[in-house]
């Protein structure tokens, strides 16, 4: 479910989700979640300029120089953001005895 509905121009304007120029959004988090035959999928964490909230979008990046001009956001002109904010979550992990 989308807290906030963001449109490619805004991307676009922002520089999303590359966020190289000196005037992109502030990038909080950006991981790759899953791998695809052509395209990494990705979760991008990051401080809208307009309202000051962080918001999770997902996108798309091409795996070789064929796929270079893969579109991050699947075609659509509407891409759904979520409001995230950060927290301490603590992990259990199941790990090697005597290792």
Same mark, same amino acid.
């Given at each position: 479910?989308? +807290? %906030?509905? #963001?449109?490619?121009? @805004? #991307?676009? &304007?922002? +520089?999303l $989700?590359?966020? /190289? *120029?000196? +005037?992109? =959004?502030? !990038?909080?988090?950006?991981? @790759?979640?899953?791998?695809?035959r052509?395209?990494?999928?990705? !979760?991008?964490? #990051?401080? *809208? $300029? +307009?309202?000051?909230? *962080?918001? @999770?979008?997902?996108?798309?990046?091409?795996?070789?120089?064929? @796929? &270079?001009?893969?579109? =991050? /956001?699947?075609?659509?002109?509407? !891409?759904?953001?979520? &409001?995230?904010?950060?927290?301490?979550?603590?992990?259990?992990?199941?790990? %090697?005895?005597?290792?």
């Open positions: 479910m989308a +807290d %906030r509905i #963001f449109t490619r121009e @805004q #991307f676009e &304007e922002w +520089d $989700p590359g966020a /190289w *120029a000196d +005037d992109s =959004p502030e !990038i909080l988090h950006r991981e @790759q979640i899953d791998a695809r052509w395209v990494s999928v990705h !979760i991008l964490v #990051f401080r *809208a $300029p +307009d309202d000051g909230k *962080a918001y @999770q979008v997902t996108y798309v990046e091409g795996l070789t120089e064929v @796929q &270079e001009d893969t579109d =991050p /956001w699947g075609g659509y002109d509407e !891409i759904e953001g979520v &409001e995230v904010e950060a927290q301490q979550v603590t992990v259990t992990e199941w790990v %090697r005895v005597n290792g």
